[in-house]
């Protein structure tokens, strides 16, 4: 476990925000999870847990919390039954590095959600998604520490009480229905995934079909798939590393059979998906683009050219954009969705 004070955020949020903490502890084992929440230093301080800091939005110069940023990593293959691999992969592990290590292994399965953004652990606290495919369509369990006692523990997907874009460790405790919230009460040490034995392509979108038509493959592989994947990604969404972004700004709003077919009486074009339980799902960056925002910039704030449901930093000459700033143009694009379409979005990142 290791400890610094007063240390700079800048590079661990993509977005590019600058801020620092005052105490910033880097885990690197469960082992030193469990001391730090063992140590009287931090016992009661409220804890911030940081893992590629892609999912965040920091809007204050000091971080009033201490900053545990996990950085636990590992691949491997833990178990093969008769239908699944079992993968695990520690959290610190980026995210995209997992999907290519699986692909590569010839482990099928999560090529959909390659360059997801973020780390391992991150991953199902968010019930990340992509390209037809969520987290929780190929999850297995996860180890996690308890800040409050330091007992570590296992959760399997019924506990996680995974939703669209939702866990149990989004809710604070009592704040679920249940009692049984995690949110700032424990943090995901490992996570382990089941990739099935009898792999089939998730080929629902629309963008991956005309990928499939324009390569004339009608079977494709788990590995055409993650290529295709990354390059539909890389030619609509900015390179955190190059334009500081959060990914996906906010979720996909969802509506009844009735909603949406009164948007589309007035609005023919809008982007829209049916959903297993009825409901159908808005594209929310048509709904952002509709309003007239893509390659808008409200200080130095922006929407990204090229994917309205992307917010970017365009700071520039050592002048960063502020978290509020986003929050003013994220705010902003909220209230010009409400008042076109009646739809409020909510926003994916964290904001601190």
Partial sequence: MLVEKNAPLQDCNT???????????????????????????????RTLVLGGGSNMVLTGDVID?????????GLRLVEETERHWIVEAGAGERWHDLVAW????????????????????AAPVQNIGA???????????????????????TLNAAQCAFGYRDSIFKHAPGNDGRGMGLAGCA???????????????????????????EEGVAAPTAQQIFDWVCAIRRAKLPDPSVI????????????????????????????????????????????????????????????????ALVLVNRGSGGVSVTGGEVMTL??????????????????????V
């Fill in 102 to 121: 699986s692909v590569a292994q010839g482990y099928g399965g999560l090529e959909n959600l390659a360059l997801v953004p973020g780390t391992v652990g």
């Fill in 330 to 351: 994220a705010r902003a694009i909220q209230t010009s969705v409400y008042e076109r379409f009646g739809i409020r979005l909510e926003p994916e990142p964290v904001v």
């Fill in 15 to 45: 977005f590019g925000i600058v801020a620092s903490a005052d105490t910033l502890v880097r885990a690197r084992s469960a082992a030193d999870v469990q001391t730090f929440a063992a140590s009287p230093v931090y016992r009661g301080r």
């Fill in 187 to 213: 943090v995901i040490c490992a996570v382990r995934l089941a990739l099935p034995k009898s792999w089939k392509p998730e080929l629902g979108y629309l963008d991956l079909q005309r990928r499939q038509q």
């Fill in 131 to 153: 390209y037809g495919v969520e987290l929780q369509d190929r999850f297995h369990s996860l180890d996690a520490v308890d800040l409050r006692t330091g007992e570590a523990f």
């Fill in 244 to 307: 500081g972004n959060a990914g996906s700004f906010f979720k996909n709003p969802t509506v009844t059979e009735d909603q949406c077919r009164d948007i589309i009486a007035r609005e023919p074009k809008v982007v829209h998906y049916p959903m297993p339980d009825g409901s159908i799902k808005l594209a929310a960056g048509w709904l952002i683009d509709a309003c007239g925002w893509k390659g808008k910039t409200m200080g130095h704030a922006g929407v990204y050219d090229k994917q």
């Fill in 65 to 73: 919390a201490v900053v545990l940023k996990m950085e636990i990593t």
